[in-house]
């Protein structure tokens, strides 16, 4: 990974990893959708969730205060001992002015903001959002999820941690249009459910995974049908990955369609939900004969996201 072009290392060496990635994504996400800033400052927002940013200047922080002394701990590292860094430097650095939120879930956090992200667009508040995470793969972390027996190993299943950071652009349609915007997708529905479960046990309750997909269909206006492509939550946790099998077959019956699961390749980070929607916008552009596209993303906590996109 570098910063450069997108970050010089004169300035990247300031910033933690998490909010390097941040930085360097905002301004891809920006090129690619061609959104220029100048004028558009105070009506242009940014929602990045996270589940590990923060964690490395914040170990390494706390390391010199025990080891050596309080006074010896580096000040250079303290700002960037917070899950809101990536945001907040990402904000500074191309210059928004707009709603600036951190979502602190490691596994749905893309679609959470994604949520948050449509509400301050309905409401009004913003034309544009970057939405999307980051994170940072963290020792401290990894030890605490293999304590808890949550992470693969050659005798258990399990997930395995990934890092870096993925954004899109998500804007009030009217907006896009009228600057002439490419508008790869639309959000047609997006639904949030819960069930209180036990994070170290990681698992899900299918009926609760299931009513959230059926929200998602409903809000869109589509039945399950018209889905040609399921994007799923699948880490390699049995116990979320066969609930999540469960809740598809309450759903869609024996008509299941194509599926395809990106953390097996990337593993578990709180990016992939945006690499997700990123994923599916360009295959609803290059065919949009594949219908809808569902994706799915639920948290060991029992919070559960759906979202469905159609072409525009």
Do not use: C
């Not at 994170?135 to 399990?158: C, F, I, K, Q």
């Not at 949030?192 to 036990?198: E, H, K, Q, T, V």
């Not at 009926?207 to 959230?212: K, R, Y």
Request: avoid cysteine.
């Amino acid at each position: 990974f570098t910063t450069e072009p997108e970050l010089p290392k004169s300035k990247a060496r300031r910033l933690d990893l998490g909010s390097q990635y941040a930085v360097v994504a905002v301004k891809q996400a920006l090129a690619d959708a061609g959104y220029t800033l100048a004028g558009r400052e105070e009506r242009t927002g940014i929602l990045l969730g996270t589940g590990s940013a923060g964690a490395g200047p914040l170990t390494e922080f706390e390391r010199q205060m025990a080891v050596e002394s309080p006074d010896a701990a580096s000040p250079f590292l303290f700002p960037n001992t917070v899950a809101n860094a990536p945001a907040s430097q990402a904000a500074i650095e191309v210059g928004i002015r707009g709603p600036n939120v951190t979502i602190t879930q490691k596994d749905p956090a893309t679609l959470n903001a994604l949520f948050y992200a449509r509400m301050l667009l309905a409401d009004g508040r913003a034309d544009a959002l970057l939405v999307g995470a980051a994170d940072e793969w963290n020792l401290v972390y990894h030890r605490a999820y293999e304590r808890v027996h949550a992470t693969r190993t050659e005798r258990r299943p399990g997930f395995v941690l990934g890092e870096g950071a993925a954004v899109v652009l998500v804007e009030d349609e009217t907006a896009a249009r009228s600057r002439g915007a490419r508008i790869d997708a639309r959000v047609a529905g997006i639904a949030s459910r819960s069930a209180a479960g036990s994070p170290q046990m990681r698992r899900a309750e299918p009926a609760v995974l299931a009513a959230a997909m059926r929200d998602a269909l409903e809000q869109a206006g589509l039945t399950p049908s018209d889905v040609g492509l399921v994007h799923l939550s699948r880490n390699g946790s049995p116990f979320t990955d066969a609930a999540e099998t469960a809740a598809l077959a309450n759903v869609f019956g024996a008509k299941l369609p194509r599926t395809i699961a990106i953390k097996d390749n990337l593993g578990e980070n709180p990016a992939i939900g945006a690499i997700q929607l990123a994923l599916a916008a360009a295959e609803l552009r290059a065919d949009p004969g594949v219908g809808a596209i569902l994706l799915d993303a639920f948290g060991a906590g029992g919070n559960v996201l759906t979202a469905v996109l159609t072409t525009p």
